[in-house]
């Protein structure tokens, strides 16, 4: 059996298989939003120390034990202990995480075909033009007045934006929550209020509410602030006005004609969005599709296929990317963009986004479930694995900057909000893109390609995690393994490609669970399964592991960096991963501890 089992066709291949395993729709798709909301800087700081920290002694990890046993992760665990061994769990945690994501990420992978092909044939052009036509319109009839107006309601609420955050902070975010809590129980006569409730006056109700004394504090608390919360507002519009005062007539015209056409282009570009959400058929071809080419790479092989394809695509991907990058590089905005991706910024940052930061990180790198470990067992020479971790981390994380230092530059120099959340490269890039106008439209088809092959390259080590496991167990043929496993992500793909429409057959789901299908699934994976892998992967790596095989694997290594791996695989990875656990089952708040511990 040993013989037969195939190999990267070198080291430089490994590490181009396992960075295009680690580099996805994670990179350049939601680390650049959450960096956003998270308002860059400190954001930025805390992720890398999570990937240095965490990730890269994990990742090491689970190059260790694939190449120790020679086997993917279910079987690997039974060769290393010699027996049939409880950790197979562990395998079959990671598989099962690796089909749930696939079924999503397909999703997701043939939105941005459908997304290049769109900019391919230029769908934004009558878009463009009913835009172009109306603000014209817009800019004869529109009084000077009325146009001075928004542009100086928008300023203000960019104004105001980090003094009312200073203000929140005053107050626990307990406070605010019960605060909020108050409010709805106050304005809300729902069905759940019993009859005798809507009776009340509003005064009785209130009366009601406040006499739970925690309420009583945060609503007295929450009121105190008022007066300062309006007088930041009142502030930031008067420097707005300031501001605004300072423009020509001219200037004003111009501006808030832009502001107009963006908000045009925008409802356009959303509407477009949702009108593809909805679809579940245009979906779910996209999805198959996609599928279909990554089961064909997957079928060729590991040296034939996996590595073959990545030689290719790798490349080509990093120079679409730093093509864009240059392109980004020549806007105004640039500079704005660098300074929000790396200038520390406390204001937007809570401890609830270190959290998020950690699970970003194992997302990202492709840690948890074991595609590593799948991976790694291709590898027959012991090369350095730290060596190779360092590269595999290196280039997720360079790739990940990147993204935010070509998309910000166009998100900045259009107007659009870099805190837009998951809709950033589906809704707000399209519209920058149509801004441009017709060389948009080739930066679009760029820059989609580039995100359909930054999945297709993860897709592909997510589905060998689960078809490694028919041959290495059931000794089935690679062509029948992964026509079945490719078989049943689809069929799973396509319900999720149907989940965001009306009418889905699991639609009570939503109420269930208070998320739908496809976050639902997004949720447990990347919040539970691959934390959880990653922890016991960790403990596994660092306890247990026989040490005459560990020491096998660490034998080129030096010294002392086998004997800092060892530190951090013991105490800080484990730790991490379970302080990022206890806040998620609510053992505590995260940002209410550190308002406690700061005040
Ligand atoms: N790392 C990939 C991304 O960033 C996703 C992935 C997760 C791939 C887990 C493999 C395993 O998009």
Redo the contacts with the bound molecule.
Sequence with gaps: MAESRSHWGSRFGFILAASG???????I??FPYITGTNGGGWFVLIYLACIIFVGLPILAAEIMIGRSAQKQPVVAFEVLQGKKTGWSLLGWLGMI??FV?ATY?IVVAGWTMDYTLKHLVDFSKPVRAVAIEKSLEYQANESLEAMKLTLIEDRADTLAKPLLAEIENRLPPSAWRLHREFEDALNQDGLDQPASWKKNTLEEKRRNLLINPAMAQAVAQVESLQGALAEARSTAKSEATTEIDTLSADEIRIQATTKFRYGLIGDAMTAKFMALLEDGWTSTFWAVLFMALTMAIVASGVGHGIEAACRVLMPVLLAMMVGLVIYAATLPSFGEALSFVFKPNAHALKPSGVLEALGHAF???????G?IITYGSYQKSKGRLFGESAWIAGL?TGVALLACMMMFPIIFAFGQDPGAGPGLVFISMPLAFAEIGSGGIVLGAIFFCLLSF??IT??I??LE?CTSYLIDRWGWSRGRSTLVIGLMISFIGAIVAFSSGEGFVFSSWTSGFGMNYFDTLDFLASNWM?PLGGLFIAIYAGWFLPKRLRDAEVADEHPVMYAIWLFLIRLIAPAMVIVVLAQKIGLFDANEALYNIVH
Excluded at 363 to 369: E, K, T
């Design positions: 395993s680690a580099v996805g729709l994670g990179n798709w939601k995480a690796a994501i990420y997302f990202s790198l492709g840690i948890g479930l595609a997720d930054a999945a993860s897709a080590s997510l995690v691959l």
